[in-house]
Every structure is written in structure tokens, then in C-alpha cells.
């Protein structure tokens, strides 16, 4: 089945403890992008990758780092997370140019105390 | 770079009644347009896309979008609702001059009541 997986799928964490949140597709996608949801803000990309090893910061970047090694990995990384990286995160990949619409993960709900 | 704006945070309406969803976009180069709905606690999923071409697009779930250029909007449609219809729908954009990133709307809840 085609798919994007993230792990986990909840994680709670204290502030300042480095966390890794895992993003995998199986479609041989070249597009890869991380979204942030929270309330009232709709979705908001962090980061993108257009291909391996070729990555760009997208609207909301600041305290998050990523890494694109192989095509169908996109690990998201804080490095020392704080409290305002509450929130849902989504991992999406599309081919093409993105003319198939993006598919997304299922979501990682990140809370940070 | 490419904006939404979905003119509506929630949209209430009652069970078998038509709905329309409205979100106008800005953009200075042809972009590609999508609808998503997200259900409570889901991600996520792809509604109908515009490309090119026909200015009337189909979706799943009985949804249809009309690309207008010239009112630089693409608003969702459904001539009957149902219940299983409440949830977040989301407009973005995508566009060359953003490595075809998608940009989001804030978002719409559309709340179907009996």
C-alpha cells in the first residue's frame, strides 16, 4: 500500500530534550515536506526537500532541523524543543512536480512540557 | 510565493442542504490548486485538484470545484450534505517559483447538523 508513515504517533517530551520524529514513504516520491497544525493557523510547512540531500526552509523553520540522506526518508529533528513546538505535525511527500496532490502521514501530536 | 484565503472559519448548514466552500488565492506565476478534508483525528486526505484545463473538477465524495482566474478563486461545492461530511476542509496552492510546496488556508470546519 502507498503511504507515508510517521513515528510515533504521540510523543510528549520536556523541554530541552533533543527528539527525532520519523518520516518514511514507500512511492519513490523526490518531493518531501514537513507541516506544522495548530488552531486557527491552518497548516504551516517547515521544512521541504526536493530531492536527496537538497532541502529548503519553509514558512515557520525556526528550531527544527532536517535531513534528506535517502529518497524515502525525512527525519524532522528538534534539536532542544520548547514549549510553542506543541502542536500536530505532518510529514507529506508528492512526485511530479507535486501534479498528484500531495500524500500525507497520519500525524505525529508532539507536546512539550 | 503563493497565499490562501479561505474566507470562512466555520460553516454551519443543515443535513441534505447545499454547501459552498470559498477560497480565493494570490500568485504571480499558474499555480496548481487542491482541496483536502481532515476528519476528527485523521490526516489529511485529497479531495479534488485543479491542474489545467477544465475549470470544473470533480472530487470524491460527491465535491466539485470551480477554478475561476479571473476572480482568482476555487470554491468547493456539494448540491446535498451529510452528516459524515463535518469535519476541516483545507484549500492550498502550489506553485513553481515555491519548489511546488504546498501553501494552506487557515482552514473551514463545516459542521453538518440534522
Known amino acids: 500500500e502507498a503511504q507515508v508513515t510517521q513515528n510515533p504517533r504521540y510523543l510528549i517530551t520536556v523541554t530541552g530534550k533533543k527528539l527525532t520524529v520519523t518520516c518514511s514513504q514507500n512511492m519513490n516520491h523526490e518531493y518531501m515536506s514537513w507541516y506544522r497544525q495548530d488552531p486557527g493557523l491552518g497548516l504551516r510547512q517547515i521544512y521541504y526537500s526536493m530531492n536527496v540531500e537538497v532541502t529548503d526552509k519553509g514558512d515557520v523553520p525556526e528550531g527544527y532541523k532536517v535531513s534528506r540522506k535517502e529518497k524515502r526518508n525525512f527525519p524532522l529533528i528538534l534539536e532542544s524543543p520548547s514549549p510553542n513546538q506543541t502542536s500536530l505535525y505532518f510529514c507529506?511527500?508528492?512526485?511530479?512536480?507535486?501534479?498528484?496532490?500531495?500524500?500525507f502521514g497520519s500525524g505525529t501530536r508532539l507536546t512539550v512540557v | 510565493a503563493q497565499s490562501v484565503t479561505q474566507l470562512d472559519s466555520q460553516v454551519p448548514v443543515f443535513e441534505e442542504a447545499p454547501v459552498e466552500l470559498r477560497c480565493n488565492y494570490s500568485s504571480s506565476v499558474s499555480v496548481y490548486l487542491f482541496w483536502y478534508v481532515q476528519y476528527p483525528n485523521q490526516g489529511l486526505q485529497l479531495l479534488l485538484k485543479y491542474l489545467s484545463g477544465s475549470t470544473l473538477v470533480k472530487g470524491i465524495n460527491g465535491f466539485e470545484a470551480e477554478f475561476n482566474k479571473s476572480q482568482t478563486s476555487f470554491h468547493l461545492r456539494k448540491p446535498s450534505v451529510h452528516i459524515s461530511d463535518t469535519a476541516e476542509y483545507f484549500c492550498a496552492v502550489s506553485g513553481s517559483n515555491s519548489g511546488y510546496a504546498l501553501n494552506f488556508g487557515k482552514g473551514t470546519s463545516l459542521l453538518v447538523t440534522p
Open positions: 507529506a511527500s508528492t512526485s511530479r512536480r507535486g501534479v498528484e496532490g500531495y500524500t
